[in-house]
């Protein structure tokens, strides 16, 4: 079939224009919106319903192509450190405000911290060790090819919260839950346990440190160590 066909001359061959893709896209877009973290967030918000559809529509499709079952799927989370960025001293007065009238003490509410850079985040540990404003990302993968399935963003610490969100997303959108949730031990509470059970969901995942338990819920109380 390719018997007759020749290589064209150098000379025919196209030559590289020798211009960066990135300049010829900011020369072909110079009368259209800047794209940057900005102009992108922006429309992540501002299309959430959109995005949202577009992402249950793919998972659908790659359903339907045996790509993911959701027989097995694995929820983790990262703590991501909030970027620092111009302060906000009102909305960080705010945020205080809201957070402190959700303490009984005087005590409770004068322990009570938020970020003058980022007010919606709180101070986490990360995995390094190192206290921080971050924010609790939560990811659910399907356990057959990876596919993400479900995300989250929170202001909570522990990572047994999310596990119930995770369910209903994976609820929503694929109109079923999974057969088996795989996680670690910080999703192991008493309370995620009755859910698995009465979702009829096997929840696979280590019991966890039952003195830490122990000891975070006795400090969210304001109960020190010595008691």
Not at 168 to 186: A, N, Y
Not at 191 to 213: C, M
Request: neutral net charge.
């Amino acid at each position: 079939m390719f018997e007759d066909w020749e290589k064209p001359p150098a000379a025919a061959q196209p030559k590289a224009a020798g211009i960066p893709c990135n300049l010829k896209l900011r020369k072909a877009n110079r009368d259209q919106l800047p794209v940057n973290h900005t102009t992108l967030n922006d429309f992540r918000k501002n299309k959430k319903e959109a995005l949202d559809e577009a992402f249950t529509r793919l998972l659908v499709m790659l359903e339907g192509e045996g790509l993911m079952d959701l027989e097995r799927v694995r929820l983790d989370g990262t703590k991501v450190a909030a970027r620092e960025r111009e302060q906000r001293l009102e909305q960080a007065v705010e945020e205080l405000k809201s957070l402190q009238g959700e303490k009984k003490t005087e005590e409770e509410k004068a322990a009570v911290r938020v970020s003058l850079s980022d007010p919606p985040a709180r101070i986490m540990k990360h995995g390094d060790g190192a206290m921080g404003p971050a924010y609790n990302v939560q990811i659910s993968t399907d356990g057959k090819q990876k596919v993400i399935v479900g995300v989250q963003v929170n202001q909570c610490s522990a990572d047994a919260p999310a596990l119930p969100e995770a369910l209903d997303q994976v609820q929503e959108r694929m109109g079923k839950t999974p057969l088996r949730m795989v996680v670690e031990g910080g999703y192991t509470s008493k309370a995620n346990v009755i859910l698995a059970e009465e979702r009829k969901i096997d929840l696979i995942g280590s019991p966890g440190d039952a003195g830490q338990r122990v000891a975070n819920a006795l400090k969210s109380s304001g109960i020190g160590p010595g008691f």
